[in-house]
């Protein structure tokens, strides 16, 4: 995990490797402690809805340490580029985001700040727009500007604390989310413990993004199995694969970048809560600036 004066992250591995540690006594003591409505944090549970929030702020700063909410992750990139030369009339925006209704708001909040965005993004957030999408996109840098790629997956957290659920608007109940990731855990979790065999790439486009999104889960499995939360870990996880898949993307393309033009990574992961808990966060785990040969000129 790359680090910044205002975003700090950890594994989840790391986050849980203590509580994995501890007897199972151990552990049903230090969930009663949690969920005490604790007069030490001076917050008077008085709803239902109040425990939920409580709920969520608990999970997130376990699970997420450091994510924003997007109005000030998008103020915070906007500050980070600005100060290097990077505007709305020298930058170009892609994304690549699940295509989840969810996650539209980052994305509307991006582009206000960059201008229309090139979508990369498919099933979890993977770039399956690949070589074809982005060699198009970096071919329209400015001269002497930039192209800014923000990527991840997402996860849900419902209004009980549930991390990979979420309560969908006109729906009665919660659901997973991010509906195709939970999926591929699912898949992998099966395929892992031997009850269906891998599956085989498909002929048919009508599931084909699925199918890799499982695919390329599948070498997780282990730290996902092994997880204390596979549903906490399973954004982490998709994240590091989408990761070098990106990475692969921009490397295979940098032909297509002009001699002055520059990357600009900005990979994290979208949580997804109640809108009445402050709506969606971003954690940030990739900051980096290229140039048009492919050297990292600035990491955090």
Known sequence: MKNTET??????EEMMAETNDETMEQHIMS???????????EITVKTKEDEGKLQISRKMSHSFPGALRNVDFSNQLEELLVSRGYTQENTLLATSLCSEELN????????AKFGENFSMGGLAGFPFGGITSYGTFASHIPSGGACVIVYGPHIGIDSAGRVGMMHRRGGTFSEPCCGSACAALEYVAAVRANMIPELTAPEDPLDAQQYFVGKMLLPEGDRLEKAFDPHVELPY???DVQEKMVKKIVTTCLDKVKSDGKIILVGGI???TPKDHGGDYFLMQNFEILDSEGQVLECM
């Open 7 to 12: 975003m700090n992250t950890m594994t989840n």
């Open 237 to 239: 996880a998709m994240y």
């Open 270 to 272: 979208q949580i997804n």
């Open 104 to 111: 539209r708001d980052l994305e509307g909040k991006l582009v």
């Open 31 to 41: 969930l009663e402690e949690e969920l005490n409505l604790a007069a030490d944090e």
